[in-house]
């Protein structure tokens, strides 16, 4: 009976949990916004060992693929973090507006 508390209790220590947001950022908002685009991307990086940021690169994609002929602008980003004891997860999310450009196909005539 002894050993099943404590095996609970090492059990619960593993599954605790500490989350924080490490950074915000807001780009100037737009006076027209008409189409909101939402993105995140997340990874697990486990005892630290963190090489590269390359995961936040399809952020930037995804949010072009949601405004493809558009302008993105008034990005808000958040960086949060995560931690367990021997690992966390870092997620990046972004909102933005996108408008529609004014001149998407527009044919030019030139004068005679």
Same mark, same amino acid.
Request: glycine share 0%; no cysteine; charged share 5%.
């Given at each position: 009976m002894r050993s099943r /508390? /404590? /095996?609970v209790i090492m059990s619960l220590g593993? @599954?605790?949990s500490c989350a924080s947001v490490q950074s915000v950022? @807001?780009?100037p908002i737009p006076k027209q916004r008409t189409k909101v685009v939402k993105a995140e991307v997340s990874k697990f990086i486990f005892l630290a060992f963190n090489f590269n940021n390359d995961f936040v690169d399809d952020l930037i994609d995804q949010l072009k693929g949601q405004c493809p002929d558009g302008i993105i602008s008034g990005i808000l980003t958040k960086d949060e973090s995560i931690s367990y004891i021997?690992?966390?997860n870092r997620k990046v999310s972004a909102t933005a507006f996108c408008s529609e450009t004014k001149t998407k196909h527009a044919s030019l005539? /030139?004068?005679r």
């Open positions: /508390i /404590i /095996i593993f @599954l605790a950022s @807001l780009t021997l690992a966390h005539e /030139i004068p």
